[in-house]
T-cell receptor, first 112, second 110 residues
Framework: DVKVTQSSRYLVKRTGEKVFLECVQD?????MFWYRQDPGLGLRLIYF???????EKGDIPEGYSVSREKKERFSLILESASTNQTSMYLC???????????FGPGTRLLVL | EDQVTQSPEALRLQEGESSSLNCSYT??????LFWYRQDPGKGPEFLFT???AGEEKEKERLKATLTKKESFLHITAPKPEDSATYLC???????????FGAGTRLFVKA
């Protein structure tokens, strides 16, 4: 079974703090994704990566950056957290030739 | 532009009352259509991938079907543990992006 883990289930941060969310997968998948999920807006793609050190902007990259130094890890960085970044953050992975994505448990981030 | 619309937004069923969830989609070329189950406060759990019109897949009380414009998730004799949000998503042949629908919240009462 694909296992995708996220560093925290719940996180509370202050406005202006730098926030790191980490995702680790154990299935040797090439593709990794970061989404945020908000009521009424569904899942929105922030960034994705199809290889180590490669990254592509999704639909809502503003205020976020990512890092992928190793194949199994994909980090999402909020350079200066703002209250409108309060959300559920979901990491997902997929392999070459298999388009379905496998999700982690999510991190619920509250920015005060 | 790729688009996914799910209906109804919410569905309340009695235990044992079969029904269907609808997913209408628009893509330039379909690479795959996916169904996920999401429990409150958790990440989506992958259920099925459908690749071409006429394809069907089953898992326990769930059966997914696909036409050129829509997919149905049929739930036969549901149980309370089937209560969840069901998400439909599509990926077109052009790239990596997957477009998700807003989901159908299913409530099954004992």
């Amino acid at each position: 079974d694909v296992k995708v883990t996220q560093s925290s289930r719940y996180l509370v941060k202050r406005t202006g703090e730098k926030v790191f969310l980490e995702c680790v997968q154990d299935m040797d998948h090439e593709n990794m994704f970061w989404y945020r999920q908000d009521p009424g807006l569904g899942l929105r793609l922030i960034y994705f990566s199809y290889d180590v050190k490669m990254k592509e902007k999704g639909d809502i990259p503003e205020g976020y950056s990512v890092s992928r130094e190793k194949k199994e890890r994909f980090s999402l960085i909020l350079e200066s957290a703002s209250t409108n970044q309060t959300s559920m953050y979901l990491c997902a992975t997929s392999g070459v030739g298999s388009p379905e994505q496998y999700f982690g448990p999510g991190t619920r981030l509250l920015v005060l | 532009e790729d688009q996914v619309t799910q209906s109804p937004e919410a569905l309340r069923l009695q235990e044992g009352e079969s029904s269907s969830l609808n997913c209408s989609y628009t893509v330039s070329g379909l690479r795959g259509l996916f169904w996920y189950r999401q429990d409150p406060g958790k990440g989506p759990e992958f259920l099925f991938t459908l690749y071409s019109a006429g394809e069907e897949k089953e898992k326990e009380r769930l059966k997914a079907t696909l036409t050129k414009k829509e997919s149905f998730l049929h739930i036969t004799a549901p149980k309370p543990e089937d209560s969840a949000t069901y998400l439909c998503a599509v990926q077109d042949t052009g790239g990596f992006k997957t477009i998700f629908g807003a989901g159908t919240r299913l409530f099954v009462k004992a």
